[in-house]
Every structure is written in C-alpha cells, then in structure tokens.
C-alpha cells in the first residue's frame, strides 16, 4: 500500500529553536499534502493544506509565519515551527493524497513528536 | 455543519465479542466516509471507507453500515481481538475539500 515516511519521528530541543519536519511519499505522487497537530487523547486538527508548487492554505487560527510549509515536489513537503516555545510541544502528522481522482485516501505518516523545553 | 460527532468516547469489550463505534454528520455535500485506525505514538492508518451509493461494506472482520437519510454511519468490528485495542476516527469529506475528523474512540479489548 501507499507508504507516507515522516522525519524525525521524536524531537527534543530548547524554546527558540526552529524545527524542521519532513513529509515524503514513497511510491506514488502527492499533489496534495496536509499537516495537522493531534493533542493527546484528542483528534486530529489540520494546520493547513500544502500544494506542490504554490503557497500553502493555512487554516483559521495558524499562524502562517511560525509553521512554515514548503511543498517542493510532488514527494516532498517540510513544514518548519520557527521559533519553538514549549506551548508548540505536539504530535505533528502530515499525510499525503495521490496525484489523480477526487477523493483519493489520504495515507498518513507516523507522526513527530515535538518536546520544547 | 462541517462537525462530525462520534460515539461513545471509549468502548470496552470482550475478546471475540462486537464493537461498534458510530458517526453522525450534517453536512450533506460530504460524499466519502473512511474510517482510521491510530495505534500511540502512530499516524492514523485507512482501515475502511464508504461511499453513500452503498448502505454496507465488509472487508474482513470491518464493516461500515451507511444510513444516509439519517446522516449516519458506523464501523462495527467483529469477533474483536486485543490487537485491535487503538482509538478509531471516522472521518467525511466532499469532493475538493477536507477530511473532517470526528472526536474518537479509545476501544479496549480485553481478553
């Protein structure tokens, strides 16, 4: 099946430090990669809609300039937390639909754990 | 109208007994019902989705039963092993649009 590999799986940095997280899809192209923040015990909240080649959408309540998403190519997506304060400490999850057809499953990484000190 | 409320919260059952975990949405655009299945410390994964031209689908142990005139939708897993204890989340979208996620349900299967 589709394979979605996330990098790193756990981070643990000071406050100030900006992160890096990376999104690829392993066997198939993602024109489109999401992102979303999951609390414990809590569902999934999507921080915004990455498209190859253009801006991401950001949505209501995230703040653009502090999760910064580049979606590169059709495989890869990062999405940076600039600045990183302990309130950003999190499970970031991105997943990835493929290139064709509306309502592609959308095939989901492990996940970052985020730790700021 | 975009929400999607799922229930119960938790689920507690019997090894070889039946969960079931149910949706309930508003909006009527949505046209694609997966379920997801989340391990700790893992990314959700696809187990099984729906479309509402179909009132069930079975794959294996998994079915998804589809209520569309009651805007209802529910994953029941049968004979349900330990291994399935994780938190569920079903899930609807329209086309061109977002996955929106219900709350969640932490099943534990003891044996």
């Known amino acids: 099946g589709a394979v979605v590999s996330q990098h790193p799986s756990r981070v643990i940095c000071k406050s100030g430090t900006s992160v890096k997280i990376e999104c690829r899809s392993l066997d198939f192209q993602a024109t489109t990669m999401f992102w979303y923040r999951q609390f414990p015990k809590q569902s999934l909240m999507l921080m915004a809609t990455s498209n190859e080649g253009s801006k991401a959408t950001y949505e209501q309540g995230v703040e653009k300039d502090k999760f910064l998403i580049n979606h590169a190519s059709l495989t890869l997506s990062t999405l940076t937390v600039t600045s990183a304060h302990p309130e950003d400490s999190s499970f970031y999850i991105c997943?990835?639909?493929?290139?064709?057809?509306?309502?592609?499953?959308?095939?989901f990484g492990d996940g970052t754990r985020l730790s700021i000190l | 109208q975009q929400q999607v409320k799922q229930s119960p919260q938790s689920l507690i059952v019997q090894k070889g007994g039946i969960s079931i975990i149910n949706c309930a949405y508003e909006n009527t655009a949505f046209d694609y019902f997966p379920w997801y299945q989340q391990f700790p410390g893992k990314g959700p994964a696809l187990l099984i989705a729906?479309?509402?031209?179909?009132s069930e689908k079975k794959e294996g142990r998994f079915t998804i039963s589809f209520n569309k005139s009651a805007k209802q939708f529910s994953l029941h897993i049968m004979d349900s092993q330990p291994g399935d204890s994780a938190t569920y989340f079903c899930?609807?979208?329209?086309?061109?649009?977002?996955?929106?996620f219900g709350t969640g349900t932490r099943l534990a299967v003891r044996p």
């Open positions: 997943s990835a639909s493929s290139l064709t057809g509306d309502n592609q499953p959308q095939h």
């Open positions: 729906i479309r509402p031209d179909v």
């Open positions: 899930a609807a979208k329209s086309s061109g649009d977002k996955l929106t």
